[in-house]
């Protein structure tokens, strides 16, 4: 199979934006170089399966509505292990809002892929440099792998929004029965064995399985997670996404994410991968 790798300016309305178009064949992916948030990724010419906000941005330090937002080195609002000397920092880390450094690049009949890196020297809870890599590779699957080989203490998600076209057509299964709600802040039983979404979910959901189906009007994908020790499903539903700046009325119908997340900050070195394919 043909695959290509090109640089690209622009992707949908954010017309700036640095980014990097891997080609497979019929399939494609974007990836922005702000963020390293793949933007896009078609298995073949008509179908989209992620979603990006019409109103995403992406100028003043603002992280990118959609896509594949890379959370890391916490996941959420930095907890006292990340935030030693209590100030204001941003929810789901410090790395959607950074450029990344295009580190390396092959193409062959088996696949296209990039890594790209990022080096940081000013995190809240540790003194030293680290570097983190986000390689993408594109061949019958789109994979995601975010690594980092620094012994700190890091939490990390791949917090993909899916393109779903309507959220009534949504299920996402196997799921655990338990879960973590953090809606209601309480842990739930739910012994039906997937999700239906119908309202505001944010839950977390331990210890899920390597292998998920996300079931919708768009069609059946498989996420396949490693390195994880949770998913996280999240759909802001009506109310709370009015009060998003990047998010159109409407928007909650279109998307549900379903994060791939390791939540326990230990000191292990971290390698996180999610890899979406049709089915
Ligand atoms: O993963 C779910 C979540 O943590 C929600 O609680 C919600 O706030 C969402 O992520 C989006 O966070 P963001 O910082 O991108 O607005």
């Known amino acids: 199979m043909n695959s290509a790798l090109n640089p690209q300016t622009g992707f949908a309305h954010l017309t700036d934006l640095p980014c990097l178009k891997l080609q497979y064949g019929e399939a494609s992916a974007v990836i922005s170089?702000?963020?390293?948030?793949?933007?896009?990724?078609?298995?073949?010419?008509?179908?989209?399966?992620?979603?990006?906000?019409?109103?995403?941005?992406?100028?003043?330090?603002?992280?990118?509505?959609?896509?594949?937002?890379?959370?890391?080195?916490?996941?959420?609002?930095?907890?006292?292990?990340?935030?030693?000397?209590?100030?204001?920092?941003?929810?789901?880390?410090?790395?959607?809002?950074?450029?990344?450094?295009?580190?390396?690049?092959?193409?062959?009949?088996?696949?296209?892929?990039?890594?790209?890196?990022?080096?940081?020297?000013?995190?809240?809870?540790?003194?030293?440099?680290?570097?983190?890599?986000?390689?993408?590779?594109?061949?019958?699957?789109?994979?995601?792998?975010?690594?980092?080989?620094?012994?700190?203490?890091?939490?990390?998600?791949?917090?993909?929004?899916?393109?779903?076209?309507?959220?009534?057509?949504?299920?996402?299964?196997?799921?655990?029965?338990?879960?973590?709600?953090?809606?209601?802040?309480?842990?739930?039983?739910d012994n039906q064995l997937s999700s239906r979404i119908n309202c505001e979910v944010d839950r977390i959901y331990a210890h899920s399985a390597a292998q998920l189906r996300l079931e919708c009007a768009t069609g059946t994908l498989a996420i396949g997670q490693a390195g994880h020790d949770a998913t996280v499903v999240w759909n802001p539903w009506q109310e709370k996404s009015r009060a998003m700046a990047d998010m159109a009325a409407g928007s909650y119908q279109q998307f549900v994410c379903v994060e791939t997340a390791r939540l326990n900050c230990d000191r292990a070195a971290l390698s996180l991968q999610q890899q979406l394919y049709p089915i």
Request: aromatic share 8%; with cysteine; proline share 7%.
């Open 33 to 189: 170089l702000y963020g390293a948030q793949v933007l896009s990724y078609k298995p073949t010419a008509e179908r989209e399966v992620l979603w990006l906000s019409p109103k995403a941005r992406w100028h003043n330090d603002a992280a990118i509505r959609g896509g594949i937002p890379v959370c890391w080195p916490w996941f959420g609002p930095a907890t006292t292990a990340f935030n030693t000397a209590q100030k204001e920092l941003p929810n789901h880390g410090l790395v959607r809002n950074r450029l990344w450094q295009l580190v390396h690049q092959h193409t062959s009949a088996n696949g296209a892929s990039v890594v790209l890196k990022l080096e940081l020297t000013e995190l809240p809870h540790y003194a030293g440099t680290v570097v983190i890599q986000l390689s993408v590779t594109l061949n019958e699957t789109l994979t995601v792998q975010l690594s980092c080989n620094s012994p700190i203490p890091q939490q990390a998600a791949l917090h993909s929004y899916f393109n779903i076209a309507d959220i009534d057509s949504v299920l996402i299964r196997p799921l655990p029965a338990e879960y973590q709600d953090k809606v209601a802040a309480k842990t739930v039983l």
